[in-house]
């Protein structure tokens, strides 16, 4: 921040945008005991460690999750993973969908290889994949109706940020164990408030004066009948209406993914659109509508290839829109926040670049 410069939002946002330019490994940081009119940077890997004395800056209400991986402690699983004694309710997200996106940004929450730098917050331990099970049962109770112990932790093999188990012995048994830092259930809200963000999102965006969101879906080519096409629009449809409070939604009944965005629905799709209801237009209503609004737009789209897998194109996109301030994107279980600025300045490759080997990394 410029020395005597007022600390505002948007000053705030332009200092983020300086620091993010550069692609340092630095976080810009306050602190509980020096508030949040200090700021200061310091190396992301420490600040993830300890979520709860070093505190990141939101980029604009509403808010990107920005919590990073947590650290955690844990000595004794025996009696810590009792569900009776934290459930959902308490924290406020019964309505959560156990997908296995949802089930690693839990864990990426509450669970981490790393040692932490505040123990006296984590319980350390060497957890098998039953009681690892169990920890996810306290917050999504309904997963043991969709998945399967075995499941869950066949994914957090994979992602890879978590360990990997290793075979030790427990009594007269030898059974494969992952060892984890696991934050203690009191602390829990505090860090997955910041990444489960629905309601906390749609609070603020209904807050904003001046804002309006708008969604947009779209349907690739393929050979479905155009009843299971307007069932699959009708879904999404509804879902950017009540799910993510969009005041107005359009859609692409068929265009592939990585379609310029522009050139879309130049040709309407009138057997397949009206038979969609609630819906606003087609991508050519979307950009006459955000040319000739006065309102800042936030564009919500379900999953980034729901927009686009070109992200040059969607850089453009924005550009060439001035009224489209923000790019949301819904994943069921929390709402991601990419800033105008971020996409102009092509901070968005890794996210939407879709060639091989690319990884989506709000996807994992």
């Known amino acids: 921040m410029?020395?005597?410069?007022?600390?505002?939002?948007v000053n705030r946002v332009k200092c983020k945008a300086i620091v993010d330019s550069y692609h340092p490994p630095l976080e810009v940081i306050y602190t509980s005991g020096e508030g949040n009119?200090?700021?200061?940077?310091?190396?992301?890997?420490?600040?993830?460690?300890?979520?709860?004395?070093?505190?990141?800056?939101?980029?604009?209400?509403?808010?990107?999750?920005?919590?990073?991986?947590?650290?955690?402690?844990?000595?004794?699983?025996?009696?810590?993973?009792?569900?009776?004694?934290?459930?959902?309710?308490?924290?406020?997200?019964?309505?959560l969908k156990p997908t296995k996106h949802c089930v690693?940004?839990?864990?990426?929450?509450?669970?981490?290889?790393?040692?932490?730098?505040?123990?006296?917050?984590?319980?350390?331990?060497?957890?098998?994949?039953?009681?690892?099970?169990?920890?996810?049962?306290?917050?999504?109770?309904?997963?043991?109706?969709?998945?399967?112990?075995?499941?869950?932790?066949?994914?957090?093999?994979?992602?890879?940020?978590?360990?990997?188990?290793?075979?030790a012995r427990v009594g007269s048994k030898r059974e494969k164990r992952r060892s984890l830092w696991i934050i203690k259930q009191d602390h829990w809200d505090k860090v997955l408030k910041d990444t489960f963000n629905t309601k906390s999102f749609l609070e603020a965006s209904m807050e904003s004066h001046g804002w309006i969101n708008i969604g947009y879906a779209?349907?690739?080519?393929?050979?479905?009948?155009?009843?299971?096409?307007?069932?699959?629009?009708?879904?999404?449809?509804d879902c950017l209406r009540i799910k993510c409070h969009c005041a107005k939604v359009f859609l692409s009944p068929m265009c592939s993914s990585g379609s310029k965005l522009c050139q879309r629905d130049t040709k309407p799709n009138l057997n397949i659109m009206d038979g969609v209801r609630h819906k606003h237009g087609d991508m050519q209503d979307l950009i006459m509508f955000a040319k000739s609004t006065n309102f800042s737009v936030r564009l919500v789209v379900l999953d980034y290839a729901g927009l686009s897998t070109d992200p040059m194109d969607v850089r453009k996109f924005v550009k060439e829109l001035k009224s489209i301030k923000e790019l949301v994107v819904y994943h069921g279980h929390k709402f991601e926040s990419i800033p105008r600025q971020n996409v102009l300045r092509g901070n968005i490759i890794n996210k939407f670049d879709c060639r091989p080997g690319c990884v989506k990394r709000s996807m994992i």
Not at 2 to 9: I, P, R, Y
Not at 52 to 65: A, G, L, N
Request: charged share 25%; aromatic share 12%.
């Open 104 to 167: 690693l940004d839990f864990f990426k929450c509450v669970a981490s290889k790393d040692e932490p730098l505040n123990k006296e917050l984590y319980r350390f331990g060497h957890y098998n994949y039953i009681e690892l099970f169990d920890l996810v049962k306290i917050f999504m109770p309904n997963i043991v109706d969709i998945h399967s112990p075995a499941q869950v932790t066949d994914w957090l093999s994979k992602d890879g940020r978590f360990g990997y188990s290793q075979v």
């Open 218 to 237: 779209r349907k690739s080519r393929t050979h479905d009948p155009v009843g299971n096409r307007i069932k699959s629009m009708q879904k999404m449809t």
């Open 37 to 95: 009119r200090r700021p200061f940077t310091i190396g992301k890997q420490v600040a993830a460690r300890d979520p709860f004395t070093y505190h990141c800056y939101v980029d604009t209400p509403p808010s990107s999750p920005r919590i990073g991986n947590t650290v955690i402690s844990n000595d004794e699983a025996i009696n810590y993973f009792d569900s009776s004694s934290v459930s959902s309710d308490e924290f406020g997200y019964n309505n």
């Open 2 to 9: 410029v020395l005597g410069e007022e600390v505002t939002d």
